[in-house]
């Protein structure tokens, strides 16, 4: 079965699915980029990306996507030391609800107006700054991440490998391209998972997101060429 075989109609919708997964793609970049870096448009380093999947949750927060709140680097350092000398609640009410206080629980309140409130993390109290003091993502966040990204990625990378089979591209290529999205979306979970225990893992997770991603766009844009037409270099 040829791709370009089909009616006018299906090639339609086939390319209309390719190019909303290839904006998508975009828009996934940004997000990865805000979630680490804090800034619309700008690649994060590997030791952001391992600080938010291997660091101190709070303390990578402030080193990455909440880092413009912060209105001095040195109580970046108060927090850390203060995490790994225990996180006692004596030192916690010195030293860090002052600082919570300033930079963080105008928008993380229960009750907060402010346009970007973060009123489902608030850090009013010792329990919930406490909560944040665990390395990596927390456990309620990584399981609905997970869960999620296996499902919806694994749907997409199924139909578009299944596209990608009836194109006329090489063999060896759908293969090559199939096997690498769907090593790096499992490549990328299990490293979320591990990155918990060892930090050296976190280093990794860029390597199969990046993985994950090329794979998907590279054969999107494969199945939309050969939609139309031959695509040069790599087809039969």
Same mark, same amino acid.
């Given at each position: ?37 804090? +800034? ?10 391992? +600080? ?69 993390? =608030? ?108 695509? =040069?270099?790599?087809?039969?």
């Amino acid at each position: 079965m040829d791709i370009k075989a089909l009616n006018l109609a299906s090639r339609l919708a086939i390319s209309g699915l390719c190019l909303s997964i290839l904006y998508g793609i975009l828009y996934a970049a940004m997000a990865i980029s805000l979630s680490t870096t804090g +800034q619309i448009a700008q690649i994060p380093s590997l030791s952001t990306v391992q +600080q938010k999947y291997a660091g101190i949750a709070i303390v990578s927060a402030m080193r990455g996507s909440m880092y413009d709140h912060v209105s001095d680097d040195d109580y970046i350092e108060v927090v850390k030391d203060w995490v790994e000398a225990g996180s006692s609640q004596a030192l916690y009410e010195s030293d860090i609800a002052p600082i919570m206080d300033e930079d963080c629980t105008d928008c993380h309140s229960a009750g907060s107006t402010m346009t970007d409130a973060m009123t489902s993390m =608030p850090l009013t109290t010792y329990d919930e700054v406490k909560a944040l003091t665990k390395k990596g993502i927390p456990w309620n966040k990584l399981a609905v991440e997970t869960h999620t990204h296996l499902f919806a990625i694994s749907m997409m990378v199924f139909i578009l490998s299944m596209l990608l089979s009836i194109t006329q591209v090489f063999n060896w290529i759908k293969y090559v391209l199939i096997c690498a999205a769907f090593l790096g979306l499992w490549g990328d979970v299990l490293f979320w998972t591990l990155a918990k225990f060892v930090g050296f893992v976190g280093y990794l997770i860029p390597v199969t997101g990046g993985l994950l991603i090329s794979a998907i766009a590279v054969i999107a844009i494969v199945v939309l060429l050969d939609c139309w037409s031959r695509v =040069p270099w790599i087809s039969k």
